[in-house]
């Protein structure tokens, strides 16, 4: 499946999720009837209208893609593609139960064993996330659509999320390693997309439920910038043997450090260059219309921004360094592009830069707040 279909897959979900909510928020109100599942765990009618809406859509859209269900998979038949679908209609439906609102509405699309779509939606909270790639993660918050990076929000605290209450010796060591200075109890995948809207930093949990507990989550982290393994520093893919959970350590950074994230940041900087670059193409005039002209142009403004904007702020790599015939070309382009700038504009490509590094321009970027200030 190619990223424009994921992307319309997964916007042409969230109406239905929306839906199921308001469904699953109408049963609440009324009480909810509850009936024990073999494996002595509760499901309600209201799991079950939700559950009957999320399929039949996902059917609608993409009828070639298995679906495997909390509410009806056999645990007793391996799954053994390598596409799916895990769908939790409810999950945290003790905090249901309760008419808590940490609950939340998953599906995940699995390609390769590994998750390409995220959607996650809690409806006490009125907060819809998914996402659909790396870097393409959002948020919708009572109505407002907001990009998910990681970005950290409490930069004077490291705040880890717990599941139960209680924490085992082999989660605290690992909180401390990582210098947790907090921790909060927060029930059902709502935790991975709190990490990933930078409103914590770390969930580590023994192994536990199931893939369809996680899936979604996980998708929605990872395209948000952060990371997430097992306790060995392992992948976790997925369509394991009766679908169970290995330990995971679910992180907004690899450094919990940094307040951003390097993926956030080396988008931050492209975003900066490409309107940078657009800035100062459109006042060149000397050039005229022919595109192979304006292509030369840009190619050398691209190469003369690339080396002295992105490398010295290390979000790219480090700049070039010695004669080599990459360094001696990008040396010449840059001439060349300077030159053609000041002679049409009266200034420099630097001085254009230096010009544009303003609060008000960043804002037109996904630049971090810090560098603009």
């Known amino acids: 499946m190619n990223k424009q279909k ?10 239905t999720f929306l839906k199921a909510g308001k469904i699953a928020k109408e049963i609440s109100a009324k009480g909810v009837k509850i009936t024990i599942k073999p494996d002595k765990s509760p499901v309600t009618d209201g799991d079950l209208a939700v559950n009957e809406i999320l399929t039949n859509k996902i059917k609608d859209l993409t009828p070639e893609i298995p679906i495997i269900s909390e509410e ?15 769908i939790d209609p409810i999950d945290g439906t003790k905090d249901y139960i309760k008419k808590n609102d940490e609950y939340t509405l998953n ?7 590994q998750p390409a779509i995220g959607i996650v939606y809690a409806p006490g909270k009125n907060r819809l996330f998914y996402s659909f790639g790396e870097n393409f993660a959002y948020e919708i918050d009572s109505g407002e659509k907001k990009t998910l990076n990681c970005k950290k929000k409490k930069k004077n605290e490291i705040l880890g999320l717990e599941h139960s209450g209680i924490i085992s010796a082999e989660i605290e060591n690992i909180y401390k390693k990582n210098k947790v200075s907090k921790t909060l109890k927060m029930s ?11 409103e914590a930093d770390i969930y580590a949990a023994n192994a536990r439920a199931y893939e369809w507990d996680i899936a979604a989550g996980h998708a929605i982290l990872e395209h948000s910038g952060g990371v997430m393994t097992d306790h060995n520093g392992k992948k976790i893919l997925y369509g394991k043997k009766n679908y169970r959970n290995l330990p995971i350590i679910a992180k907004r950074s690899k450094d919990l450090s940094k307040w951003f994230t390097t993926k956030s940041c080396n988008f931050c900087a492209l975003s900066y260059l490409l309107i940078l670059l657009k800035k100062i193409y459109h006042k060149i005039k000397i050039w005229g219309d022919s595109m192979i002209k304006k292509a030369f142009v840009l190619i050398a403004l691209g190469v003369t921004l690339s080396g002295c904007f992105m490398a010295p702020l290390a979000f790219v790599g480090p700049a070039t360094s010695g004669f080599t015939t990459s360094s001696i070309l990008q040396s010449g382009m840059t001439s060349g592009a300077n030159y053609l700038v000041k002679k049409s504009t009266g200034k420099t490509i630097a001085e254009h830069a230096i010009e544009s590094f303003s609060k008000d321009f960043l804002k037109q970027t996904y630049m971090p707040e810090k560098l603009t200030k």
């Open 6 to 15: 994921l992307k319309n897959t997964t916007e042409e979900l969230l109406a």
């Open 72 to 86: 009806t998979v056999d645990l007793k038949i391996d799954n053994k593609n390598r596409n799916f679908w895990l």
């Open 107 to 113: 599906a995940a699309l699995i390609i390769n064993l």
């Open 188 to 198: 059902s995948s709502l935790k991975f997309c709190i990490l990933a809207a930078g």
